[in-house]
């Protein structure tokens, strides 16, 4: 009689399972047995016959070539062999209830306390505006969002999700690249009525400037254009210099003059009429805002759920450009 090659594939596919269960009950059996010093106290702990635990074993052995255990009618003893050997079961089943644990946590729903840390202006105009409709979908998680310019470290304040701007340099965390953002300059309708608007970054010398200067290192933004396939950079003369984003959005929004902000903070602006995008054409787009997140945090539901909105919400607010907000 033939047999076609699927049932022969059926056939080897379910000896390799039974291969490998009668291998995997063996080793359970084995550290369970080196642990508890007895077949029988070892059976009696995994529920089943000690001559079930003592086939087991002999099978593991039989295929290892390797005798595990030295017995007499009244012990059990380990050989050299098999001591060593016993603490890589014991590791192996150790990271095997830690890889079932984590698939577990990774089905159970998002809850408790979920502590995330992240600049003010994208705290406020990203993050903020997104928590009723993520505390909607998973009720039992509780955020508490902490905003501020300067660094944390996640680990020693137990932040399990913190979003950064600019280069990293903690190894120890876990990351990914949000959506890019653009930079543009802008000024309120009326300042423009009565300057005029320019039309390369050469011309700023001659315009009313605000810029902002950054809290953590105290210099002042130094103004990035695209020019072709470069970037250059400029430091305005300005008359005014303030250490928050908002604020530079709040003076150049009351006539201030023309100042530098991230599209998604200046937008609101821009939608009532209050911001205008100058130089749109020069408007540079950066990759540097990035969430990190703890080694040990990484199959919480809730942090997972968490970092699946901030991809959402960054994808869809800093989608919008200079030249879309303008029309």
């Known amino acids: 009689m033939e047999i076609d090659n699927a049932s022969a594939w059926r056939f080897s596919h379910a000896m390799m399972e039974q291969m490998i269960f009668e291998r995997l009950a063996g080793l359970v059996a084995f550290a369970r047995a080196g642990s508890l010093g007895s077949y029988t106290a070892a059976a009696r702990s995994l529920s089943i016959s000690p001559s079930a635990v003592s086939k087991s074993i002999q099978r593991l052995e039989r295929h290892l070539k390797v005798s595990l255990f030295t017995r007499t009618t009244r012990s059990l003893t380990l ?120 039309v390369h970054p050469d011309a700023l010398d001659g315009h009313d400037t605000v810029n902002l200067r950054y809290q953590s290192t105290g210099r002042a933004m130094r103004w990035p254009f695209q020019l072709g396939d470069r970037v250059i950079e400029v430091l305005p003369p300005s008359g005014a210099i303030v250490d928050a984003s908002e604020a530079v959005v709040a003076v150049i929004a009351a006539g201030g003059g023309i100042g530098m902000s991230a599209t998604f903070i200046a937008a609101p602006h821009v939608a009532r009429g209050e911001l205008v995008p100058v130089l749109a054409e020069f408007a540079v787009e950066r990759h540097n805002i990035t969430a990190l997140w703890p080694e040990s945090r990484r199959a919480n539901p809730a942090v997972r759920a968490f970092l699946t909105l901030l991809q959402e919400v960054f994808s869809e607010r800093m989608a919008i450009t200079p030249r879309a907000t303008s029309s």
Not at 91 to 98: C, K, N, P, T
Not at 167 to 191: G, I, M, N, Q, V
């Open 79 to 198: 050989t050299p062999e098999g001591r060593e050997l016993h603490e890589h079961a014991l590791r192996l089943l150790r990271d095997a209830e830690a890889f079932e644990q984590t698939a577990m946590t990774a089905r159970s729903e998002p809850s408790g306390a979920l502590k995330i840390a992240a600049p003010l202006p994208i705290g406020l105009h990203v993050i903020a505006p997104a928590l009723p409709g993520f505390q909607k979908l998973y009720p039992k998680v509780t955020v508490d969002l902490r905003l501020s310019d300067q660094f944390v470290d996640l680990i020693e304040e137990g932040v399990d999700v913190a979003v950064r701007i600019g280069e990293l340099a903690d190894s120890r965390l876990l990351s990914k690249t949000l959506a890019p953002h653009r930079l543009c300059c802008f000024a309120s309708p009326t300042y423009l009525a009565a300057r005029g608007a320019p």
